[in-house]
């Protein structure tokens, strides 16, 4: 619920509309005073004092509204307390009106425990009045007059008052949540770019990465051949991997650059094509690819994107980083998939966790799985080893996140690109681009 906005109006100023308003009761009651519509008062005709003094304390009520807003204390002090002596002893009909005014500024414009405060007056008084002319043993007319400002009078500005009041405090709290909708739409645009540029930048990695490696390794390999065929070979290698990279930016940019929604980038990444980055590093490497992972019944589309993306990932790194021996083992299993890939590294100190390890994690988190990149512990006999260890689940198991949740800055583009099967992006359509041709273990 919004403050209340009165308490923070400066404490004296005259608004234009008070000034219209004191303007207007004060002609009301010049007006009404030279008509003589008049009654004779409570106390009777022998104790009412005379017109003049009722015109001028009615005006004194009507400077007082000059603050309506800015102070309606003293509204209801000044106004109220003026027009209530009138209607008990000088019986001016204006006297009528400025009760109500003087009644309803506090609870209009009040704070609300002024508006609470003079509820509570203003009932109280009205009863006390109407017990004490019963007391006093007032004759029918005047208990019905008691009566009738009791229940007019007195009632009518005050329910009126919390009427508008009300009406105001829910204006007010539409308005403020408008305004968080606003900054919440705002956020989500700007987290949805965000989304957007890490799912670029994975892309990038996972698939243009590959192929400039390659081509850093075979044109490194052609340098130090000295035989002819040897150094073509490496070169048309190169070549080929430098022309694939060339044609999946090309994709990508024209994804990027189309206003055309659910359009796809038709990137080269596919089993076979792993495969053969891989033995380009180690000509013996041992690949093991389970059939069951490019079938549809066996594994899920999306877990086959994710799984392919973290091959990716592992491939490029122990293309770049790592040397022979190489293994990439992917086994099915009844519910469960499983990729281990392993490689020598070139040096003793460990890649610090980027895009590229922090990448292979979320993109098994995604489906509801997980995975494990680093070096094997010293001492054991694996000593030396880089190994990649994914566990992903045949059927992606991705738990929908709650609305009050803010997805972290390292998973949120691949929770969003892998998990969602409603969002077209190139990460859930790699399966329908890849080759469904794996290969067996082999030694070529």
Same mark, same amino acid.
């Given at each position: ?8 109006? @400066?404490?004296?100023?005259?608004? $234009? /509309?008070? *000034?219209?308003?004191?303007? &207007?009761? #004060? +002609?009301?009651?010049?007006? %009404? =005073? ?71 500024? @506090?609870?209009?414009?009040?704070? $609300? /425990?002024? *508006?609470?405060?003079?509820? &509570?007056? #203003? +009932?109280?008084?009205?009863? %006390? =009045? ?315």
């Amino acid at each position: 619920m919004p403050s209340d906005p009165v308490e923070h109006r @400066p404490r004296i100023a005259i608004d $234009r /509309r008070d *000034a219209m308003a004191a303007a &207007g009761y #004060a +002609v009301v009651v010049v007006l %009404l =005073a030279v008509s003589g519509a008049t009654n004779s008062g409570f106390l009777g005709e022998d104790l009412r004092w005379p017109a003049a003094v009722s015109v001028t304390l009615l005006l004194v009520a009507c400077v007082s509204l000059l603050w309506r807003r800015s102070l309606p204390l003293l509204v209801l002090a000044v106004a109220g307390t003026l027009a209530a002596a009138e209607i008990v002893v000088g019986g001016q009909i204006s006297a009528y009106f400025l009760l109500f005014e003087a009644l309803f500024t @506090p609870v209009m414009h009040g704070s $609300r /425990r002024l *508006a609470r405060v003079t509820t &509570g007056v #203003a +009932v109280g008084i009205a009863v %006390l =009045a109407f017990v004490v002319a019963v007391a006093l043993g007032a004759s029918g007319p005047i208990l019905l007059v008691v009566l009738l400002v009791a229940t007019l009078v007195v009632s009518t500005p005050l329910l009126w008052g919390w009427e508008v009041r009300h009406h105001r405090g829910a204006r007010l709290a539409a308005e403020s949540l408008a305004d968080v909708e606003h900054e919440l739409a705002a956020t989500r645009a700007a987290h949805a770019v965000e989304t957007e540029r890490r799912t670029i930048a994975h892309d990038l990695h996972d698939v243009i990465a590959g192929h400039l490696s390659a081509v850093s390794l075979h044109t490194n390999l052609a340098s130090s051949l000295e035989d002819q065929e040897a150094r073509d070979h490496s070169l048309t290698t190169a070549r080929e991997s430098a022309h694939a990279a060339l044609r999946d930016l090309r994709s990508m940019i024209g994804v990027l650059s189309t206003e055309e929604s659910g359009t796809l980038p038709a990137v080269t990444l596919d089993w076979p094509s792993l495969s053969t980055r891989l033995r380009g590093r180690d000509g013996e490497a041992r690949i093991r690819i389970d059939p069951a992972a490019t079938d549809p019944a066996r594994v899920e589309p999306s877990v086959q994107a994710a799984l392919l993306r973290i091959a990716a990932e592992a491939s490029t790194n122990a293309v770049r980083h790592g040397q022979a021996p190489i293994s990439l083992t992917v086994q099915v299993t009844d519910d469960a998939v499983t990729l281990d890939l392993r490689n020598r590294r070139t040096g003793s100190a460990v890649p610090r966790s980027g895009v590229g390890r922090g990448a292979i994690a979320d993109r098994a988190t995604a489906v509801g799985g997980s995975a494990t990149s680093g070096p094997a512990p010293e001492g054991s006999p694996e000593a030396g080893t880089w190994r990649v260890l994914a566990r992903l689940p045949a059927r992606a198991r991705s738990a929908e996140p709650s609305a009050d949740s803010t997805p972290s800055s390292s998973d949120s583009g691949s929770a969003r690109s892998e998990s969602d099967p409603a969002r077209p992006d190139s990460d859930r359509s790699v399966s329908s681009l890849t080759a469904p041709t794996p290969t067996q273990e082999a030694r070529p």
